[in-house]
């Protein structure tokens, strides 16, 4: 073991202060990595604050982790001293259960073993994320990045990159197909371009009106604003897929409404109170579906990096200092995020 620098919580109300933890010593099969960026997720927010049941105190979040090897393992071979690398939502899991064998280790039968605030079989404690200088993983977790890429900008797609891109890959979002994306924070400025970068028709529904001329840079053909009923109406039963990322409750019934017969919203925004029930005769009028998705993995992860770098995908960042954390948590609660907050981690020293 040995200490590393790092912020945590020490309650659902205390701000993110300075803490000291201990990373493991490098295992035969393990990459040690020096944190140089780390995006902030609103998942970083729900379980720093405890509205998510489970956060364990002291916390140290961080999921969207980019970084340089600074040394590996006896075994490890895909991976050497000085490649930039990225982490993302998960560094184990128990890989022999069917999902797990499918490349699909974030529905892992024994629970995906978390970046931050998981069971750490290493240590006998919790995992702790990336708001910090340096941690050290299992091979099979580390994710290669491309050289030449602005590595700060990167950094979201390890968490909002695939959040996204998974359920516009599963549902099959191209060419021919209307798409919506609903809110444009770090999740939706995500969705807007890899929906454009896939070929579809994509539309992003947004509270904010004064975001709209980004979302049409970014790649969206139409922007709604989904507080205007009329807005909204004009786009009845026209969609193929929406992709929903609303960090907060709200009625989905409007969206369904948009939905095409045999058409899904998928969820991937987590609010800590249930959305309010939806309609029924909305879903079983036109056979409609509403469906969730969570991250993706490993393979996937490393596919949609893949098809960022050849797309020239980044995120739309702002760059802060580690001592910023806490005003960006309160910009996020705000909306006011353009597009992803990334963590300079050369200023935690
Ligand atoms: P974010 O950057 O804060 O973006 C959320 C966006 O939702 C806001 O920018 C805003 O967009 C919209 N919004 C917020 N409050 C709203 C309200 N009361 N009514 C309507 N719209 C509202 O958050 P994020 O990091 O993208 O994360 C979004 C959610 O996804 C969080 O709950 C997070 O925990 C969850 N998440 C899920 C997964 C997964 O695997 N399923 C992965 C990562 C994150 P507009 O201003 O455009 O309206
Ligand atoms: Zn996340
Ligand atoms: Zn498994």
């Known amino acids: ?119 750490d079989k290493h240590t006998g404690g919790v995992t702790y994320g990336g708001y910090s200088k340096r941690i050290v993983v299992d091979q099979d977790f580390v994710l290669t990045i491309a050289d030449g890429t602005h590595l700060p900008a990167v950094a979201p797609l390890l968490c909002a990159g695939i959040t996204l891109y998974s359920p516009l890959h599963h549902w099959k979002a191209g060419p021919g197909k209307k798409v919506g994306i609903v809110g444009l924070g770090g999740l939706g400025h995500m969705g807007v371009k890899i929906a454009h970068a896939m070929g579809a028709h994509t539309v992003l529904f947004t509270t904010s009106a004064n975001k709209v001329e980004d979302a049409l840079r970014m790649g969206a053909n139409e922007v709604v604003i989904s507080r205007d009923e009329a807005q909204m109406t004009a786009h009845a039963n026209s969609f193929d897929l929406i992709v929903n990322t609303v960090a907060a409750a709200h009625n989905l019934d409007p969206f369904i409404a948009l939905l095409k017969r045999d058409a899904t919203m998928v969820l991937v925004g987590a609010p800590d109170s249930p959305h309010p029930s939806p309609g029924v005769f909305p879903l079983i009028f036109r056979r409609r579906s509403i469906a969730g998705s969570l991250i993706g993995g490993i393979a996937e992860t490393q596919e949609m990096l893949d098809f960022c770098n050849q797309h020239g995908i980044v995120s739309d960042i702002e760059l802060i200092s580690i001592d910023k954390i806490n005003e960006a948590y309160d910009r996020m609660l705000k909306s006011d995020v353009k597009y992803r907050f990334v963590i300079d981690m050369s200023t935690l020293r």
């Open 1 to 119: 073991m040995s200490k590393t620098l790092a912020y945590a919580a020490q309650s659902p109300t205390t701000p993110l202060a300075p803490f000291s933890l201990d990373r493991r010593t490098p295992g035969p099969t393990d990459v040690e990595i020096e944190i140089l960026f780390c995006g902030i997720c609103h998942s970083d927010l729900h379980t720093a604050r405890g509205e998510w049941p489970g956060t364990v105190y002291p916390v140290v979040p961080g999921h969207e982790i980019v970084g340089r090897v600074t040394s590996v393992g006896s075994e490890v071979t895909r991976f050497a001293p000085g490649s930039n690398v990225g982490v993302g939502c998960l560094v184990d899991s128990c890989r022999t259960c069917a999902n797990c064998k499918e490349g699909l280790e974030q529905f892992c039968d024994a629970g995906m073993v978390g970046t931050y605030n998981a069971p």
